[in-house]
């Protein structure tokens, strides 16, 4: 069973940084994407980054340039480092998986979800 567990989050105060962690268990596929996600209460979960097994990577506009999304050297921890910080990134951060290498920000297209970690900028 596919387990992920988020961690990292916390408040912080504009232009500042946070690193965010997703701990894996449970894959058993070597080929996969993983992705981070994020909600604010009323709206819909908005892709924020995702990168697959081949080491490839893509942003959501919103963040380019001041995210990062990465692997572990095991490639069993997900990390999302956060810079320049605005209080529009304020929101519930999730940590998604899938069994294939496709590269997508569809919330719909990830059936593992981690419990999310919130973070809070102010401004």
């Known amino acids: 069973q596919v387990q992920l567990v988020e961690s990292g989050g916390g408040s912080v105060q504009a232009g500042g940084s946070l690193r965010l962690s997703c701990a894996a268990s449970g894959f058993t596929t070597s080929r996969y994407s993983m992705a981070w996600f994020r909600q604010t209460p009323g709206k819909e979960h908005e892709g924020v980054a995702v990168?697959?097994?081949?080491?490839?990577?893509i942003y959501a506009h919103s963040v380019k340039g001041r995210f990062t999304i990465s692997q572990g050297i095991n490639k069993n921890t997900l990390y999302l480092q956060m810079t320049s910080l605005k209080p529009e990134d304020t929101a519930m951060y999730y940590c998604?998986?899938?069994?294939?290498?496709?590269?997508?920000?569809?919330?719909?297209?990830?059936?593992?979800w981690g419990q999310g970690t919130q973070v809070t900028v102010s401004s």
């Open positions: 998604a998986a899938r069994g294939d290498p496709v590269l997508t920000l569809l919330r719909s297209s990830y059936p593992y």
């Open positions: 990168i697959n097994s081949n080491g490839v990577d």
